[in-house]
Antibody, heavy 122, light 107 residues
């Protein structure tokens, strides 16, 4: 059974940093691109960042480029999102999501974690 | 970036109804479109990919159609568990984008 479990969310002040983690199990992690998608309270879904299976290709939404860094550790079956210079508008539930196709990725999302809430407020 | 217009934003329907949700693209995306269902407090779930391919385990009352710029999600006979919010997503070109969502509520 595919499982994705996010952690690391919490309350942080504007300008602060936070690192999200996503622990994957139930599939060959190193064969799949992985993604972060967020959802602000009461709002729709927003794609944040994607990383290919071997980390060769990395993509960011313009809204987070230069502030967020996606990475992965295939030996630990883990995905990460380092978030710096956080703003109030980054407040959202952050979901880890698996790509719907093994390498190369297609960038639709077939399995999602339960999400972790990031609140940016003074 | 590819702009997506999803409509309607709110759909009131009764159990047993046939409902359709539309997703229109600002440019052609072939069949690189997915549909998701999200219930309150839960993560989204993939329903359909490649515009019309049903994800494993998804009931056959869900279907998708379209290519190019116009796409449709159809629920043939609405069940109580289908009251939720639905999103389309294009994965034809970076940045991957979602529609604004359609909330299907009980009439």
């Amino acid at each position: 059974e595919v499982q994705l479990v996010e952690s690391g969310g919490g309350l942080v002040k504007p300008g602060g940093s936070l690192r999200l983690s996503c622990a994957a199990s139930g599939f060959t992690f190193s064969s799949y691109s992985m993604n972060w998608v967020r959802q602000a309270p009461g709002k729709g879904l927003e794609w944040v960042s994607s990383i290919s299976s071997s980390s060769s290709y990395i993509y960011y939404a313009d809204s987070v480029k230069g502030r967020f860094t996606i990475s992965r550790d295939n030996a630990k079956n883990s995905l990460y999102l380092q978030m710096n210079s956080l703003r109030a508008e980054d407040t959202a539930v952050y979901y880890c999501a698996r790509d719907g196709s093994s390498s190369p990725g297609l960038y639709y999302f077939d399995y999602w974690g339960q999400g972790t809430l990031v609140t940016v407020s003074s | 970036a590819i702009w997506m217009t999803q409509s309607p934003s709110l759909l009131s329907a009764s159990t047993g109804d046939r409902v359709t949700i539309s997703c229109r693209m600002s440019q052609g995306i072939s069949s690189y479109l997915a549909w998701y269902q999200q219930k309150p407090g839960k993560a989204p779930e993939l329903l359909i990919y490649a515009a019309s391919t049903l994800q494993s385990g998804v009931p056959s009352r869900f279907s998708g159609s379209g290519s190019g710029t116009d796409f449709t999600l159809t629920i043939s006979c609405l069940q109580s568990e289908d009251f939720a919010t639905y999103y389309c997503q294009q994965y034809y070109s970076f940045p991957w984008t979602f529609g604004q969502g359609t909330k299907v509520e009980i009439k």
